[in-house]
Nanobody, 119 residues
Framework: VQLVESGGGSVQPGGSLRLSCAAS????????MGWYRQAPGKQRELVAI???????DYGDSVKGRFTISRVNNEYTVYLLMNDLKPEDTAVYYC??????????????WGPGTQVTVSS
């Protein structure tokens, strides 16, 4: 399963960005799809994830500012990021896990997209 991300870039503090991630391949199911991020010198951390049952989970630092949404029929997930802060600067990675059409489990990562928040 391949993931293609888009929507990263540079923005001033308080601004907004929307990230997109599209999955393709021999997908039978997507059990969870979402975003993680990694800042320089830090470990990768959860940003937001949405499951097939439409439950969501957010990292503590983004709750109330970021919103994840998913278009099931299109295997696409979006991350709307509002009120961005310099500490949100990181490479954002899309992640999807589930089963392929041959019943093999997958846990795929996108190449990452840079988000920079700076004045």
């Amino acid at each position: 399963v391949q993931l293609v991300e888009s929507g990263g870039g540079s923005v001033q503090p308080g601004g907004s960005l929307r990230l997109s991630c599209a999955a393709s391949g021999s997908i039978f199911s997507i059990n969870g799809m979402g975003w993680y991020r990694q800042a320089p010198g830090k470990q990768r951390e959860l940003v937001a994830i949405r499951t097939s049952s439409n439950s969501t989970d957010y990292g503590d630092s983004v709750k109330g500012r970021f919103t994840i949404s998913r278009v099931n029929n299109e295997y696409t997930v979006y991350l709307l990021m509002n009120d961005l802060k310099p500490e949100d600067t990181a490479v954002y990675y899309c992640n999807a896990r589930g089963y392929e059409s041959n019943w093999e489990a997958y846990n795929s990562w996108g190449p990452g997209t840079q988000v920079t928040v700076s004045s």
